[in-house]
C-alpha cells in the first residue's frame, strides 16, 4: 500500500486521535479516517433516499423496480425457491 502525508491542523490531528482511541478502540489515525470516510458515505446514501421517499412519484418508481428485480431473484440455482 502506498503511504502519503497530509497536513492538518493540529487540532485536527489531536480531535481525529482522540477518536480513534476513545470511539473506535485504538485504531490508527488512517484506519480512523477510513471509518469516517464509510460513515460519510452512508450518511449521503441515507440522504439520497430521503430524497427520493419525499417524492411520491419518485418513491413509487424506485419501489416498482425494486419488485422487478425481486422477480429475477429466482435465478435457477438449486435449492433456491
Do not use: C, F, N
Not at 492538518?8 to 485504531?27: F, I, M
Not at 441515507?46 to 416498482?64: F, H, K, M, V
Request: hydrophobic fraction near 45%; proline fraction near 1%.
Amino acid at each position: 500500500m502506498t503511504m502519503t502525508t497530509i497536513k492538518v491542523q493540529a487540532e485536527v490531528r489531536d480531535e481525529l486521535a482522540r477518536l480513534a482511541a476513545d470511539d473506535l478502540g485504538g485504531v490508527t489515525l488512517g484506519t480512523a479516517l477510513e471509518h469516517l470516510l464509510t460513515e460519510h458515505r452512508k450518511a449521503q446514501i441515507l440522504t439520497a433516499y430521503a430524497r427520493l421517499q419525499a417524492d411520491p412519484d419518485a418513491w413509487a418508481g424506485y419501489e416498482s423496480e425494486l419488485d422487478e428485480w425481486d422477480g429475477v431473484a429466482g435465478d435457477g440455482l438449486a435449492g433456491e425457491a
